[in-house]
């Protein structure tokens, strides 16, 4: 394929990235991964150093603008980060001495059940109130956004910190032994657990996801996995088209991300109970 | 945990300082990572860059393609060459949006102390530590 002729479908494909990205809080590389390895037959090493770069122009695309709207809170995820990295920390660490294929059976189930508690909430706008948690009253977790679809402002505070600290912690490590982004995990975490709203949990994880990435973006840069001539579309592709999604998203109910969100949990525990038991989509 | 709390309607000004803070610079990190690639890419074409080169979907075994840097002493050796690596310009770019998160933590700390709230100063800060602790130990950007 011609240079030109890969850069801009590569340019194309990164926009639709970008805005789905932005809207489900994940980085986009559950989508390019596969695109560009399958249908562009870029080599896996590059496609995985364009995704860790697609993940930092989300969130410098979508987080910039949601941080603006309150959508995103800073407090939220610079709290919750802490745990994320400290898991993704040990995780490394830990990466050859456990038992891959367990992991990923058991993370293929826990995503299942997941995916039928986001079916069971799929009709809930906002999520239904549980007792306070005084961890979140001293830690602040809790902001207000404008709802361009309820028309109104809407309050909220996190519930079960603990799990979701828990949760958070989880996910790092996970990301760190599997080598997965750790996205949905996030948003599963503080829509499920601690009961942020919808909007709210898949901009936040916009936030922490870049600051993970960035993390984690040396490494693939020092073994020579980040070509800046595949790389160069995809970042300018995923930007414009975070900074879309991002617009869309406002506008979004609670109820259609999370609709939009379900079958992307629901692939993610179909590959990682494959992968369990053997077998590599990818 | 006063700023939190504060009214953030769109447009009215109201937005806690931290959160414009850390916003304006993720973003401007965005486009001026975004700026240099483009310029990367413009002089890469002028010189005649996307007729030449065949691009490596593929690593080859040994030696690193066109547009593959392993170390930002690579990136600043590109852009010093004369005649300039059109391609380490992109590649400066790509080092600065990697950068851009990390800043925006960094900067949030003092910007955390300014609106009095100690507490987040701390987080960030611990944040922050964490976040460099993972890029040096994992041998990251030289």
């Keep these: 394929m011609s240079l030109v002729v890969f850069s801009i479908a590569v340019l194309f494909t990164s926009i639709g990235a970008g805005v789905v990205g932005a809207i489900l809080g994940l980085g986009g590389g559950i989508l390019l991964i596969p695109i560009l390895t399958l249908f562009y037959g870029v080599d896996i090493h590059y496609a995985m150093g364009a995704s860790i770069i697609s993940v930092i ?32 920390m040990l995780g490394a660490f830990l990466a050859g001495v456990v038992p891959v294929r367990a992991l990923e059976l058991i993370l293929g189930l826990a995503l299942s059940y997941s995916a039928f508690t986001i079916i069971r909430q799929l009709q809930d706008e906002l999520p239904e109130r549980l007792p306070e948690d005084p961890l979140a ?96 579309p995809v970042a300018m592709g995923v930007l414009a088209g975070a900074y879309l999604g991002s617009i869309l998203m406002a506008r979004m109910r609670n109820t259609t991300v999370r609709k939009l969100f379900l079958p992307i949990v629901v692939y993610l525990a179909i590959s990682m109970i494959l992968r369990g038991l053997g077998i590599h989509l990818l | 945990m006063s700023a939190a709390r ?65 170390s930002v002493r690579q990136v600043l050796d590109g852009l010093r060459r004369r005649p300039l690596d059109p391609l380490a310009v992109t590649a ?40 460099v602790v993972s890029l040096t130990v994992a041998g990251g950007i030289h």
């Design chain 1, 137 to 232: 009253i001293r830690f602040g977790l809790e902001g207000r956004y404008y709802d361009f679809h309820l028309e109104r402002e809407v309050d909220y505070r996190a519930r079960r910190v603990g799990f979701g600290l828990t949760a958070m912690f989880g996910a790092g490590l996970l990301s760190g032994m599997l080598g997965i982004g750790s996205g949905a995990f996030k948003v599963l975490a503080m829509d499920y657990l601690m009961r942020l709203p919808m909007k709210v949990s898949t901009a936040t994880s916009n936030f922490m996801i870049g600051l993970t990435a960035s993390a984690s973006a040396g490494i693939y840069f020092s073994r020579g996995d980040i070509n800046a001539l595949i790389v160069a």
């Design chain 1, 57 to 88: 122009a989300t969130s410098s695309g979508a987080a910039a603008a949601y941080l603006r709207t309150g959508l995103s809170n800073l407090r939220v995820g610079l709290f919750l980060v802490m745990a994320t990295i400290s898991g993704a």
């Design chain 2, 6 to 70: 504060r009214a953030r309607r769109p447009g009215s000004g109201h937005v806690p300082s931290v959160e414009h803070l850390v916003a304006r610079t993720l973003l401007a990190g965005g486009l001026l990572g975004i700026a240099l690639i483009l310029a990367g890419g413009a002089l890469y074409a002028v010189h005649g860059g996307f007729h030449h080169h065949t691009l490596y979907l593929n690593r080859p075994p040994g030696g690193s393609p066109p547009g593959v840097f392993t």
């Design chain 2, 92 to 131: 400066l770019g790509l080092v600065g949006l990697m950068a851009t998160p990390i800043v925006a933590v960094a900067l949030a700390i003092p910007a955390f102390l300014r609106a009095g709230d100690r507490r987040y100063a701390a987080i960030a800060a611990i944040v922050l530590a964490m976040l």
